[in-house]
């Protein structure tokens, strides 16, 4: 929600306890999801009033998100593309293909 703008610099985060409801998850889980969250500078907790999202908190969850993808998530897509031997050009074509 953040990276999406849903949710911005200043605004509160929804209560644990209703996105766990709308997610269909445990709390527990979106507990430690705010701590990462906090522990990142993403967030911040105000005593008695809940997390709040912090200034510039959007620009560094997307570089902390692009650093996670290019250290985790592109090595495996890169090597599957290999594996099926897709050229650049190849790729390149279907992106703008999608974009039509």
Same mark, same amino acid.
């Given at each position: 929600m953040i990276l999406r703008g849903q949710i911005k610099?200043?605004?509160p985060l929804p209560s644990v306890r209703q996105i766990a409801t709308d997610l269909s998850v445990?709390? !527990?889980t979106v507990t430690k999801s705010?701590?990462?969250l906090v522990d990142m500078n993403i967030v911040e907790k105000r005593r008695g009033l809940g997390m709040f999202v912090t200034v510039g908190a959007q620009e560094n969850l997307l570089a902390h998100e692009?650093?996670?993808f290019?250290?985790?998530d592109w090595?495996?897509?890169k090597a599957r593309i290999a594996a099926l031997g897709l050229s650049y050009d190849e !790729?390149?074509?279907n992106r703008d293909a999608?974009?039509?």
């Open positions: 610099e200043g605004d445990n709390p !527990l705010y701590q990462s692009r650093e996670k290019l250290a985790e090595p495996a897509i !790729l390149i074509k999608d974009n039509e």
